[in-house]
Nanobody, 117 residues
């Protein structure tokens, strides 16, 4: 059974930084592409960043230059370093694991990020 547990959310002022982490269990981590998605108030869930098992990354335009996704295949974790945060980054951030063979998605419970002065 796949379990994804996010941590690291919170309240930060505009221009600040946060680091989100996601610990995965119950999966063969190396065969999963990992990602972060977010859902802001009144909005649909959207892609933030993804990373393949080999380390190739993809970012939403809104995240390019400010966010960095990384993974540790030895520890079964994926992280999202978020810098220069803006109020529009306020959202619930979800960790995603996609099986590269079946394309089946698994999701974490989400962690709240609030950017406000």
């Amino acid at each position: 059974q796949v379990q994804l547990v996010e941590s690291g959310g919170g309240l930060v002022q505009p221009g600040g930084s946060l680091r989100l982490s996601c610990a995965a269990s119950g999966i063969a981590f190396r065969v999963y592409a990992m990602g972060w998605y977010r859902q802001g108030p009144g909005k649909q869930r959207e892609l933030v960043a993804t990373i393949t098992s080999g380390g190739s990354t993809n970012y939403a335009d809104s995240a390019k230059g400010r966010f960095t996704i990384s993974r540790d295949n030895a520890k079964n974790t994926v992280s999202l370093q978020m810098n220069s945060l803006k109020p529009e980054d306020t959202a619930v951030y979800y960790c995603n694991a996609r099986n590269v063979f079946s394309n089946y998605d698994s999701w974490g419970q989400g962690t709240q990020v609030t950017v406000s002065s």
